[in-house]
Every structure is written in structure tokens, then in C-alpha cells.
């Protein structure tokens, strides 16, 4: 599983391009399977990836087209999946989006998450023994009728306050 620590990110997209590129061959934010969420009001930079959950929920695709592969990560058939955006709908955290009616999800690369060769910061980083650890069932609720973008944002606000209460109280001592 892909981790992040948003401490060290610096917005750069390094790793937004890098993964468009080896898996298109073209660089663009669309076709990436990482986004990073920039909430310039809080000086937070945040890389929103697959999380691998315990829960699954974009396996709920209804034509079968979504199954785990041996690394945990998200494997779609393109000849079984029929863009109806299930997949996206049940993300609770906007991991997943369509892009000209192709559901883009981290696949981990093979192994070998090229997000993470391009983070030179070490803001990303892969923990392969880590999937299927992280439950989003707290953010299912609140991000029900978002789109993708909005659950991103939710997801990087939520899981960067740790961080924020950090620097608040080193900021009062």
C-alpha cells in the first residue's frame, strides 16, 4: 500500500506525472491514479492514492469488472467494465475517477509504484505488506453524494489534522 506523510509533500506533483506517463504515456493530472489536494489555506499538500480498505467497496462493481490482485491492489477489466461509475460512486474518498469512460485507480504498478521513485521529498512511500489495514467506513457517510474532487478534499482534510494540531501546538510552546 502506498503511504503518505503530507509533513514532507511540497505540492511538486512529481508523483502526479509520473504516474500519468507510465501508464499513458502522456502527461496529465486526469490520467493519474494519485492526486495531490492542495488546501492553500492551510499550507497543506496532500497525495490522495487507493488506500487498499478493508472494506472494498468499488469491488461492489456490478458487472464484475473489479477484483484485488496479489499485491491488494485494484485490478479492472477493461473488457468486462462498462464505465456505469459505480466504482466512483462507492470511493469514499475519491481514489477512484473516470476519465473519458476509463475508471483510474491505482494498480501499485506492478509492484514497483513509480509515484514513489519521483517523490524525492519521501512523502510517499509503499508498505506492500500493508494492505487491506484501513478502514474507510468513517468517511463513507460523509462523502456520499460528493464527487471524486470533494472526496478528496474530505479525505486530505481528515487525515492531515494530526499534522495541523502539530504544528498549532508547537506554534503555542
Not at 18 to 34: D, E, K, L, Q
Not at 70 to 88: A, F, M, N, R, W
Amino acid at each position: 500500500m502506498i503511504r503518505v506523510d503530507p509533513s514532507k509533500c511540497s505540492g511538486c506533483v512529481r508523483c502526479e506525472v509520473n504516474c500519468s506517463f507510465f501508464h499513458t504515456g502522456m502527461v496529465g493530472r486526469r490520467s493519474a491514479r494519485i492526486r495531490v489536494v492542495k488546501i492553500e489555506e492551510i499550507g497543506i499538500d496532500f497525495p490522495v492514492v487507493c488506500q487498499q480498505c478493508v472494506e472494498r467497496y468499488c469491488t461492489k462493481c456490478p458487472e464484475h469488472a473489479i477484483e484485488v490482485g496479489p499485491l491488494g491492489q485494484i485490478i479492472i477489466s477493461p473488457t468486462l467494465c462498462v464505465s456505469c461509475g459505480t466504482c466512483e460512486t462507492l470511493c469514499p474518498i475519491g481514489a477512484i475517477e473516470l476519465y473519458e469512460d476509463i475508471p483510474y485507480v491505482c494498480d501499485l504498478c506492478g509492484g514497483d509504484p513509480r509515484c514513489v521513485k519521483a517523490c524525492t521529498l519521501g512523502a510517499i512511500y509503499y508498505e506492500p505488506d500493508a494492505h487491506g489495514q484501513i478502514s474507510l467506513r468513517s468517511f463513507k457517510a460523509k462523502t456520499k453524494k460528493m464527487s471524486p474532487g470533494q472526496k478528496r478534499l474530505i479525505f486530505a482534510l481528515e487525515s492531515s489534522r494530526p499534522l495541523r494540531e502539530k504544528w498549532v501546538s508547537a506554534r503555542r510552546k
